[in-house]
Structure formats: C-alpha cells, structure tokens
C-alpha cells in the first residue's frame, strides 16, 4: 500500500524520521509522496526522497494557507525545481487548490496561486495534487474549466466534502484521497455514506501525517508519539475504506496500490511483495 501524502517535512519528524520510514516499512507502507506545501518545504521534500530513492517520492507546489506569500520568485523556484535534476523524485505539483475554512490567506490570492500552479503542472505534464475545504464553487468552477487542457490527472487529497462535491469531482475525472478523518466518530460520517458513490479505481489512501490521526483500536499503541500521526497508520484506514466499501481489504489494498502507481507513474512499485523484498 501507498500514502500518497504526508508531510515529511514537517518539524514534528525532524528527529527520528529513519524510524518513522522504519516503522512505515515495517507495517506494509510500500512508498511515500511527502507533500510540498510551500517552495522551502517542495526543495526539501524532494531532497527527502532523494535519499529515500524508489520508497520516498515528493509533490512540488504551495498550500492555500501559504498563498499570501505566493510570489514571481515563488513560482519561478517551483518552475526551476520542476526543471532540475531532481524532476525524477517529483511525482506532483501541489499541494494547491483553495481552503475557505481557515482564510489564513486571501481568497483572490488563493486563486492566483492555485491558477499559476495548474499552469506549472501542464508545462511540467504532471498530476494536480490538491486541496479543497469549504470552497466547492469556486475550486470546482477552476479546474472544470482546465480540465480539457489538463495534460495529466488530478487527485483531491483528503476529501472531506459532500455527496454533490464528491460526485461533481468524480464527472471531471478527478481522483479521491482518503485520509483517516473516515473513521472520525462524528467528523467522518458523511464522508463514510458517500463514499461508495466513488469507483473503487478512482480512490487512494494517505495519512496526511501528522495530522489526522485514525480514531481506530490499537493506533495508540502503533504511535509514539501522542497525537501525531505517522505513515504506519495507513492500514487503519485503509482497513475503514474497505469497510464502508463492503470489500476485502487485500483487495482495496491491491486496487488503491495498482491506481496510485498509475497516476503517480511509480513504475518501480509494481507490487508489494517484490518491493518489499527488495527494501528488506
């Protein structure tokens, strides 16, 4: 199985993330895309995966939180990042889209930056990675409208919306990420009847570490660390997935795993036993 987004980069792995990728390895993670949500931390994901070669990959682009700061330099450096060496670790452009929820930064910026970062994926012929909370009507009349010019899919990381969003997405073409807000007791419900409107092709699972911990027995005792979560816990939700899609759970797995390495164009993780194997 494949996280498609965690946030390697964040301070809280800082001092033991070998033991976090052992522990991911260690649980059947078969590779991780650590997310870029600003130029600093893009560089830095992608240098991340640079030393993890074909087990970490990373995504290149600026989070709506971040788009106050989203600049000429900024999308300059994402475009020469895109244009390096390292092009060959970035799976990606994102995470971008828009977060009305919080607002920590302008609207109309959040659409310039979001705008200027579908125009970098179609010059850089990658997938979207990307970001909606509270923002359906604006976010979906966007990239509607880029979607035939779009050289490369899209996937909305950690889907949170409704049964209209899911299904809008869903006629565009776009991809689902689930993350474990599924198996939120009060957060999750929505999201735990809908989900089966969703072709099981187009799903794929990720932590979103360190955030978003699973609400399922037995994470406690899988995690160190009190309240942050890591790429280990995918098979919780995983697990939560298959559940509410009424299917075998080694079945979402190789579905989830053959889907992302797809998208992503992960053409070294063709199975899990092989690169498992392998990693060992």
């Known amino acids: 199985m494949i996280d498609i987004g965690s946030n390697l980069t964040s301070e809280s792995f800082k001092n033991d993330l070998p033991e976090v990728i052992q522990r991911a390895k260690k649980q059947g993670v078969s590779a991780i895309?650590?997310?870029g949500t600003s130029a600093e931390?893009?560089?830095?994901?992608?240098?991340?995966?640079?030393n993890y070669p074909q087990y970490l990959y990373s995504t290149a682009g600026v989070h709506p939180h971040e788009a106050d700061h989203y600049s000429d330099q900024t999308e300059?450096?994402?475009?020469?990042?895109?244009?390096?060496?390292?092009?060959?670790?970035?799976?990606?452009?994102?995470?971008?889209?828009?977060?009305?929820?919080?607002?920590?930064?302008?609207?109309?910026?959040?659409?310039k930056a979001f705008e200027s970062q579908i125009q970098l994926a179609k010059d850089a012929?990658?997938?979207?990675f990307l970001h909606e909370r509270e923002a359906f009507k604006d976010f979906y009349s966007i990239i509607k409208a880029h979607c035939h010019?779009?050289?490369?899919?899209?996937?909305?990381?950690?889907?949170?919306?409704?049964?209209?969003?899911?299904?809008?997405?869903?006629?565009?073409?776009?991809?689902?990420g689930i993350t474990g807000w599924i198996s939120d007791k009060k957060?999750?419900?929505?999201?735990?009847?809908?989900?089966?409107?969703?072709?099981?092709?187009?799903?794929?699972?990720?932590?979103?570490?360190p955030y978003l911990t699973p609400q399922q027995k037995g994470i406690k005792e899988l995690l160190p660390q009190h309240r942050r979560n890591e790429p280990c816990s995918l098979k919780f939700t995983a697990e939560k997935l298959a559940e509410c899609l009424d299917i075998n759970y080694q079945t979402l797995i190789e579905a989830t795993?053959?889907?992302?390495?797809?998208?992503?164009?992960?053409?070294?993780?063709?199975?899990?036993?092989?690169?498992?194997?392998?990693?060992s």
């Open 187 to 209: 957060r999750g419900e929505n999201l735990r009847q809908i989900i089966r409107y969703a072709p099981l092709e187009r799903l794929m699972i990720e932590t979103d570490a």
């Open 33 to 35: 895309i650590a997310t």
């Open 149 to 176: 010019s779009l050289t490369n899919k899209a996937v909305v990381h950690c889907f949170t919306g409704n049964q209209e969003a899911l299904k809008a997405y869903l006629d565009l073409g776009l991809y689902i």
């Open 125 to 128: 012929q990658l997938p979207l």
């Open 257 to 279: 795993t053959k889907t992302t390495c797809d998208f992503f164009n992960l053409d070294q993780v063709t199975n899990e036993r092989g690169f498992e194997e392998k990693a």
């Open 76 to 111: 300059k450096t994402l475009s020469e990042l895109l244009a390096s060496k390292g092009r060959k670790q970035i799976v990606a452009v994102g995470e971008t889209g828009l977060d009305y929820y919080r607002n920590f930064s302008t609207q109309d910026n959040q659409i």
């Open 41 to 50: 931390s893009s560089i830095n994901a992608q240098q991340l995966a640079a």
